[in-house]
């Protein structure tokens, strides 16, 4: 699959620094030192519905990840999938009564769309679900040889006791496991089940859905957990260094693909750390397409709001806080927009070589972006009040906030 286009990041002057991140499975920081190629991978949409302003949150946390890379003047290797065949997204198709590749593909499109105007940079790899497949295949296989897999009247499960270091990513005890797993697309109930949160590996065709030749497995596809763990592994390999998605992702789904990775490969750990994003809510409830209480980006662009401002918006909450979409929240962006566009129009200003080190300290720590906010208010404040003589800093001061936040001024 082709991803979007990228935009332009400008090189700044000095050194950038190396990110200390909240990592789920140490339950605190860690200082990440990747070498000359920092390994990313991303879950991406499941293309049922458009993007929302939680879909948006949660990218934008890991734009700015790469973001503080790029700045240190590594290359970063960014992965994402799209979940293009799915139980949700089949049922969406059904309801609708459209077919579920097109509904697959016209949100996918939509999502590139979204993704090119918020200039969040583009994965290297963009990889479906369907396509693939024919690695799946060999993966559950090999999982089902080793002893950690096994079949369910044609379906085949993981067995989360083969992995000596299940339940290290999210650390949650059984009971909690249990619940999570029953809301987030598992069977604990299913009877016949060695373990109850043992997830799907391969699922056997059923009638009037779609399936593909799985070889030894019977026709069928895949699970969801594996389907991350093939494209990670085949793009990146084991060990990459940060493995991303919202909070809401951290049990069973990331639990469960490093334990996959983890019995495959007999190498641990399958990323250095997991980097989960709040949840966003609107009218008090998290933002879901089950639900329905969504706010879109496309929404918005088409009603004339710039996308600079929708990124200042989510940059004015810290990406591990669980927030509250508004439009208060997004009419303040809109003016924080408005000041620091003046401010950077004028042909100079007070010098901005301490604001750039600013911006860099806050988002190293843990991506504090309410702190580089605060910062570029500061230096904006000051040129309304009293301005200043140096005729590089606006345009220096224009550059970092492309460079480090993704807002074009
Ligand atoms: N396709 C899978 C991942 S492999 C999936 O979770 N798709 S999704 O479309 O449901 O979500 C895409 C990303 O947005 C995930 O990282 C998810 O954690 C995140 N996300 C979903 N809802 C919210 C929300 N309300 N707030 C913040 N992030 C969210
Ligand atoms: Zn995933």
Redesign the pocket.
């Given at each position: 699959m082709h991803a979007w286009p990228a935009s332009e990041v400008p090189a700044l002057p000095g050194q950038g620094r190396d990110l200390r991140i909240h990592d789920t499975a140490s339950g605190g920081r860690v200082t990440l030192r990747p070498g000359p190629v920092a390994r990313l991978y991303?879950?991406?949409?499941?293309?049922y519905d458009a993007t929302?302003?939680?879909?948006a949150?949660?990218?934008n946390a890991f734009d700015l990840v790469q973001r503080v890379w790029l700045d240190t003047k590594r290359q970063v290797h960014y992965v994402q999938?799209?979940?293009d065949v799915?139980d949700?997204l089949l049922e969406r198709a059904q309801r609708d009564g459209v077919d579920w590749v097109k509904l697959a593909e016209q949100e996918t499109a939509l999502f590139r769309e979204d993704m090119t105007a918020l200039r969040m940079l583009p994965p290297k790899h963009y990889t479906g679900a369907v396509e693939a497949i024919p690695g799946i295949v060999p993966l559950v296989e090999r999982l089902r040889d080793l002893g950690a897999a096994y079949e369910l009247e044609g379906d085949i499960y993981f067995s989360v006791e083969s992995d000596p270091h299940f339940g290290q990513v999210s650390r949650l005890d059984a009971t909690a496991m249990r619940l999570l797993s029953a809301e987030r697309g598992g069977d604990p109930d299913r009877p016949g089940k060695k373990n109850p949160l043992d997830p799907l590996l391969w699922l056997a065709a059923r009638d009037g859905e779609p399936s593909w030749d799985g070889g030894s497995l019977g026709r069928g596809r895949p699970g969801?957990h594996i389907?991350?763990v093939a494209i990670a592994l085949d793009h990146l390999g084991m060990g990459f260094d940060v493995q991303?998605?919202?909070?809401?992702?951290a049990f069973p789904?990331h639990e469960m693909g490093a334990s996959h990775a983890q019995v495959l490969t007999g190498e641990f750990p399958m990323a250095k750390a997991y980097v989960?994003?709040?949840?966003?809510?609107l009218d008090g409830e998290?933002?879901?397409?089950s639900k329905g209480n969504l706010v879109f980006v496309s929404q918005l662009r088409r009603d004339g709001v710039d996308p600079a401002a929708i990124r200042l918006a989510l940059h004015a909450h810290h990406y591990r806080s669980?927030w509250e979409w508004t439009d208060q929240g997004l009419q303040e962006a809109v003016a924080r927009l408005g000041r620091w566009r003046s401010a950077v129009s004028r042909p100079d200003g007070p010098a901005a070589d301490a604001l750039i080190e600013e911006i860099r300290e806050a988002l190293a720590d843990d991506l504090d972006t309410p702190a580089a906010l605060a910062a570029v208010d500061r230096w904006v404040a000051l040129q309304q009040e009293r301005g200043g003589t140096d005729t590089g800093a606006p345009g220096l001061v224009s550059r970092a906030v492309d460079a480090l936040l993704g807002v074009a001024l």
């Open positions: 991303v879950c991406g949409i499941t293309p929302h302003m939680g879909h949150a949660t990218y999938n799209v979940t799915d949700p969801w389907e991350c991303g998605g919202g909070s809401d992702l789904h989960h994003a709040g949840m966003v809510a998290k933002m879901s397409k669980d």
